[in-house]
């Protein structure tokens, strides 16, 4: 699953990165400790034009009478996504990128404590998660949601999950975002080579906790 994730690349360098217009009314950056619930970037396409926009981490689908009548869907099982009620029209008309420069795991040790682990591109470029979106309104009241889709883990991350976010190359942004066409659900996929991950300090199991040290490496036990 993907519950945790930081975000640090100013929104002039992210428009740049996906080519896109960028919202005036985007969340503040740099952000270390993003939860849900909260605004994140996304990128959308619409009408041949890309958007930088934020977006409430938290699929509500329109059934929901309140934003909290159900679970709080902040991933979508790439296995299921097609048949589930709440995303199978999302996965279909409504798929975004969701930036971010990396994002938060835990393992436990043999003590039964929490041991944060922070995963991020080797290469250092940011991460593009695929995500699917929702608007929601009630009684005047409105949200535009967002959900990460994510997949079986491989390689070296299943040491330390059994989930990941579906992580998508810069190539393949176009499909997922409906700009190549049909066909994106291929890319639900892991994608494992391209990532790197530390360890962090447990501050970071607060989702209170805040500032730049949150993804600095610290020795392992």
Request: glycine fraction near 8%; proline fraction near 9%.
């Amino acid at each position: 699953m993907c519950g945790r994730m930081a975000i640090t690349l100013p929104h002039e360098a992210m428009a740049q990165v996906f080519e896109a217009q960028p919202s005036n009314d985007l969340p503040e950056v740099p952000n270390y400790n993003v939860c849900p619930t909260v605004q994140v970037h996304t990128v959308t396409a619409q009408e041949g034009a890309r958007r930088l926009r934020p977006m409430r981490w938290g699929f509500i689908p329109h059934w929901y009478k309140t934003p909290t009548d159900g679970p709080l869907l902040i991933n979508a099982r790439a296995e299921t996504v097609a048949e589930k009620p709440a995303f199978r029209a999302a996965v279909r008309e409504r798929r975004c990128l969701i930036p971010a420069s990396g994002f938060f795991e835990w393992t436990v040790d043999e003590a039964g404590r929490k041991l944060p682990w922070f995963i991020h591109r080797g290469d250092g470029d940011p991460l593009a998660f695929a995500g699917l979106w929702q608007e929601w309104e009630r009684d005047g009241k409105g949200f535009t949601t967002c959900a990460v889709v994510t997949t079986g883990a491989a390689g070296a991350m299943r040491d330390i999950h059994s989930r990941m976010p579906v992580i998508l190359e810069a190539a393949d942004w176009p499909l997922w975002l409906g700009e190549a066409g049909h066909g994106a659900a291929v890319l639900m996929k892991p994608n494992p080579e391209a990532l790197a991950f530390h360890r962090v300090d447990p501050k970071v199991n607060s989702n209170r906790a805040s500032g730049p040290e949150l993804i600095e490496p610290i020795k392992a036990d």
